[in-house]
């Protein structure tokens, strides 16, 4: 009997109990299914497959038999099962870098000395509600709408001319550390489970900011909001993933 698909499927099921043991840091002899549930809470794609993992490390021990240190082939998987377990195995040892998805993005960007009417219009232009500020070639903060819009309403309360204040006043001026609450900075190695995972794990999210090594000092790369979801599923999609 041709045991091919047994072969493919014990091939990714060791890539993913391999990949499973790093992410849990265990010891090698951790049971599969108490692995698959422990790493949940740690990876998107665990948690997505949980359900299937665990009836594939079930499937594991129907199909191998082990005699000795030999390991023999005793039943043979079908070809959809096969393909999903390589699948998984894909997602899981070698997931879509958030930059492969998005190689061309433009950037809605400020200059810290320049008015902050500047970014205002930028706004408007872009549609966008965050936008990066560079000094000096580095990142020195985001300006979102919200922030700026309180700004306004402040200088309005106090019977201040808001033209002067836009035109006058530099947008490094304004910058404030605590705004980088709502943003999370990835490197260019992320994938896009990690954004996902961001934006799960914190609720005021307002955007994930990818830099070369995820500093928030250096030049943005990429700014990721929940509006590019759907691109980010159709890149899930092409992946042959099973989308959120």
Do not use: W
């Amino acid at each position: 009997m041709d045991y091919g698909n047994a072969a493919r499927f014990l091939k990714s099921y060791n890539k993913i109990e391999s990949q499973l043991k790093l992410l849990y840091n265990e010891r090698p002899t951790q049971n599969f299914t108490d692995l698959v549930k422990r790493c949940t809470d740690r990876n998107l794609t665990v948690r997505r497959y949980e359900n299937e993992l665990v009836d594939y490390g079930k499937l594991r021990n129907a199909i191998v038999h082990r005699t000795g240190s030999e390991e023999l082939f005793i039943a043979n998987p079908s070809d959809e099962v096969v393909e999903t377990i390589e699948f998984i195995a894909k997602q899981l040892c070698d997931p879509p870098r958030i930059a492969d998805a998005f190689k061309v993005k433009p950037l809605a960007k400020v200059f810290a000395d320049k008015p902050l009417l500047t970014a205002v219009e930028e706004f408007a232009a872009t549609c966008k509600k965050s936008i990066v500020v560079y000094d000096h070639g580095k990142t020195a903060g985001v300006l979102n709408t919200y922030y700026v819009f309180r700004l306004i309403a402040e200088r309005a309360a106090r019977g201040e001319s808001v033209t002067e204040f836009l035109k006058n006043t530099p947008c490094g001026d304004v910058l404030d550390a605590r705004q980088l609450e709502h943003y999370v900075f990835l490197s260019g190695e992320a994938t896009v489970f990690d954004v996902f995972a961001a934006f799960e794990r914190q609720k005021e999210l307002y955007a994930v900011i990818v830099t070369e090594n995820g500093a928030p000092e250096e030049k943005a790369l990429l700014v990721l909001t929940p509006s590019d979801f759907p691109a980010i599923n159709r890149c899930l999609e092409a992946y042959s993933a099973k989308t959120f």
